[in-house]
């Protein structure tokens, strides 16, 4: 059930809509996995005191042509419930939105109403360019529209202003407005975000000293990029969990992609394997299933949450089963495990605001090497395509950069969950990891407050 | 003679392509003034270890559109003389290039040549895009073509891209582009500007902390934006350097637009304005004589360097005709002994790609809002249009920001001097500011090698 969880540096994707095997593999960064929901989750205290704003986007932060001045409505959330207000300099503390609309994410992030209160803090939820109600392209209304974001990401000149440049940007002009509005010139701010939202946050930190004071970047893969982390980090650490929650379950898994492909080969060998996984549609390609199955223990490890832990929970499924003759039954029974109660698996990747949007940054900017090359991965081999090695291994081992840039390590862990709402059910390591988080943020305050005494008051 | 000269922070401009009195004033920060040669100067060692190379430059650093892939040569020197090679990690220093061709640049520039073999250091200057040979318009092979300045700002999208964002993300490109080709991963880079260049080495420090170990940001205005300096910071110090001059010669250039005002608008009192300056053509306005004596007063004081100090030159020339009845003819003793020798004045600005190319960035982006409203200036009053008064004076005071952040002090000084060639005439002040930055460049790559023994060697 443990797991190596490296909070600020940690290999967190899983794939969608993309055939498992392939080389452009498209890593997905969401908070939660949406694919399971949790009810136990203690609801977010999302009272009236939310409030919701659009703000006049500048499209093009970085340069002087004609387009560049347009602007569109950006949406972002205040909840003023909180906030010690301007007068006593009380902090801003700023959601920077990711890869989805926001709405969902203001719901979970408990990190937020849980240390509101104690920080006297605004709380502040910006939503990214392009998704949601914050998308150039003509919004419906619904921030969920799956046509707005295929419109833009067609669009060959609005899609060059879908990056990450400009997202901060965004972020930076939105909330030197809001200490103008709120003249809150003297509220320090802390930037938080999670997965592809806390590369923004360490980002931000770094390109816009002067407007966030720190930053809290929960579960971001920073390093994960060309030359810095080894291409098979993020699966090398998925096989990790599965064969710490059970030997026999990671053999069974190992050992299974091969019986997938024979008997794919074989005459009627898709309706056999679409029988035996209950598939809602007939299988059309072996790839379907190999990709569906790939998504689950990539998911299931990367949001291996307590009290759960659904790679214990899929494990139990197969060892349950250690009887059955076929391997693919075994399988099965780890699917149902961590899914049951269903009449059939949908094997098709859903398409959503995400995985379109996501796409492009993936395509365009967002280039995450993962492969698959070693042999004791209980996948299959799929080398990512890069001309050279990649060297510096050291760099999987977390540590303090500077002083000033800390690292919070767990030795468990799950996707982002530090930031998430709290449960009743919440092990030590967790409750500790947030008060450890909570406490550095506190030292920067107090420190920033001891410093705005001395110097300016 | 005495002035206060604000290292990093000082109001620095000339004006030039745009008439006096106008509210879209357009200061220029070139390293030297043009305007007036100085054969005194050492030469600097540009030896055959000189070499140029173009880099293939992306267009646009920021964002993903078609266009943005576009490419033009820029034109970077490197200086291999000194330098201690990759091996030992020897330190690069690095000009980045500011509004204008870099080639005379790096004739005077003796703050490098100077100190490169005491640092080991390996010499580059990079030109700014848009100027000299780094125009994407097709060059002539004429880096001081303006034709080709011309054709770039009159393109509406091609001029989009010419800003100091771009700029920098330019510099940062190359530099890890020869880092790489050097094999010099471990060779620090200190980035060195001056004037408009130093205020990019300031933000690039800024922006790109790890490329740049530290930054040299000579005669930089970095705070003369909006909101954070007076708009009359400029010209008080240009007033206060003739009065500390020569209170009379303050007192009779305060007078004289008045004169000039009232002889203008005598019937044929350009004719006779004409006369008196020596013009090179007829004055078709009075507008001419006073942009060219504002620039000529103003540029003084800017370049106010030793021996020979132009500020007390025009006041010596001013004061020794104070028998002159006509106060014009006593102004005009000023700009002979200023410019000796001439048979002329020409008194319209020269268009250069300087003018051209620094009035579009000042247009779009370097909006520094100097004005003159003080009733003790010795310019008439010229306020600067704009809604909120700029209550920020503690600015003007240079402190050091932080244990970082240095602020080089002097109470004499000359615009961009300490990086400049060294001459055998520098009084004790200039020596020992150039010593001052040296000694803290020294200690931030001992710092630098010191932590490089400890934790990778």
Redesign the interface.
């Known amino acids: 059930m443990k797991l190596v969880f490296l909070w600020l540096l940690l290999f967190v994707f899983t794939f969608s809509a993309t055939t498992f095997g392939a080389l452009n593999k498209t890593p997905r960064l969401s908070l939660i996995n949406r694919s399971l929901k949790d009810p136990n989750a203690v609801s977010a205290t999302v009272s009236k005191d939310l409030q919701v704003f659009f703000y006049n986007q500048t499209l ?7 387009e ?1 001045y347009a602007t569109f409505p950006q949406r972002y959330f205040i909840n003023f419930k909180w906030w010690g207000g301007a007068k006593t300099h009380a902090p801003i503390i700023v959601y920077l939105g990711a890869e989805g609309p926001i709405d969902r994410d203001i719901e979970i992030l408990g990190f937020f109403t849980e240390n509101a209160p104690g920080f006297n803090a605004l709380l502040v939820y910006i939503e990214h360019r392009f998704y949601g109600e914050s998308n150039p392209v003509e919004s419906s209304g619904d921030p969920d529209s799956v046509e707005a974001m295929a419109k833009s990401v067609k669009n ?2 609005l ?5 990450s ?2 997202a901060l940007a965004d972020y930076a002009e939105i909330l030197v407005h809001l200490k103008k509005k709120l003249h809150a010139h003297k509220s320090p701010i802390i930037v938080v975000g999670g997965s592809y939202g806390g590369m923004l946050a360490s980002w931000f930190r ?2 816009y ?1 002067h407007i966030a004071l720190g930053a809290l970047a929960s579960s971001a893969p920073i390093l994960y990029f060309n030359n810095l982390t080894p291409q098979d980090g993020y699966y090398s650490i998925v096989t990790k969990d599965f064969k710490e929650a059970s030997v026999n379950c990671y053999n069974t898994i190992k050992k299974s992609w091969n019986e997938i492909d024979r008997v794919a080969s074989m005459p009627e060998g898709l309706a056999i394997l679409s029988q035996k996984f209950k598939t809602c549609s007939p299988l059309k390609d072996s790839f379907e299933l190999t990709d569906f199955l790939n998504s689950m223990y990539a998911g299931a490890a990367q949001y291996n949450a307590p009290p759960k832990y659904p790679t214990t929970r899929i494990c139990n499924g197969i060892d349950e089963a250690s009887n059955a003759p076929d391997i693919l039954d075994r399988i099965f029974a780890g699917v149902v495990a961590y899914q049951p109660n269903k009449t059939c698996y949908n094997m098709t990747s859903e398409v959503s605001q995400t995985s379109i949007g996501w796409q492009w940054q993936v395509c ?2 967002m280039v995450i090497p993962i492969g698959i090359t070693s042999n004791v991965s209980m996948f299959p081999s799929s080398p990512y395509n890069v001309q050279e090695f990649i060297d510096d291994c050291k760099k999987m081992v977390l540590e303090d950069i500077s002083n000033s840039i800390l690292a919070v390590k767990t030795t468990e862990g799950s996707h982002c969950l530090d930031i998430l709402n709290s449960k009743k059910t919440d092990p030590d390591w967790l409750i500790k990891q947030r008060t450890e988080e909570v406490n550095i943020i506190s030292r920067w305050l107090r420190k920033y407050y001891r410093n705005l005494g001395v110097s300016k008051e």
Request: proline letters at 9%.
């Open positions: 093009d932060h970085f340069n002087f042509n004609p560049s060959e000149t899609r060059g202003y879908f990056n440049a400009q770094l390109k000293p365009s900017e």
